[in-house]
């Protein structure tokens, strides 16, 4: 059996997850999402947890094991806490500088560049060789 797909996933509190006709919809404090997941799985809520179940040990189902687990798991994090990713810049003269809503870099060209993050995204830059890529507090 999947190591992935047999972990139960747990709902935290002031997340509301209701299964029902081959979709997942997760609600939580940083918004909505939604998923249809394949017709061979099953997914059983209990109310605390969620549990990701298949048929049978066939190679299409064994990927779509874990996969489903994983891909409701995220949607339950993303709901709770958001996700964040910390880039780090690394060179000599290579440097970051926040301009606004965007980031100034300078990597090596003639000149600064300055690239703003598409709708959603926030980005801070708390040393010059460090960059924090946030998603929004609200998804639709």
């Known amino acids: 059996m999947s190591r992935i797909g047999k972990q ?6 002031g997340v509301k ?3 029902a006709g081959g979709k997942v919809k997760v609600e939580g404090p940083k918004g909505k999402l939604e ?7 099953k997914v059983e809520s209990d109310g605390k947890t969620l549990k990701v179940t298949r048929p ?11 996969l489903t687990r994983a891909l409701i798991n995220n949607m339950v994090v993303g709901v709770t806490t958001g996700y964040t990713k910390k880039l780090k810049i690394e060179g000599v003269g ?7 809503k965007g980031v ?7 000149n600064r560049i300055v690239h703003n993050p598409p709708e959603g995204l926030t ?10 890529v946030s998603g929004a507090d609200k998804q639709k």
Request: net charge negative.
């Open 8 to 13: 139960p996933i747990v709902i935290p509190a």
């Open 94 to 100: 290579f440097q970051a500088a926040a301009k606004g």
């Open 123 to 132: 980005v801070a830059v708390p040393d010059p060789t460090t960059i924090v």
């Open 35 to 41: 998923i249809t997941y394949h017709q061979n799985m």
């Open 104 to 110: 100034e870099l300078t990597v090596g060209f003639a």
């Open 56 to 66: 049978d040990d066939d190679r299409q189902n064994r990927a779509l094991h874990g």
């Open 17 to 19: 997850v209701a299964v």
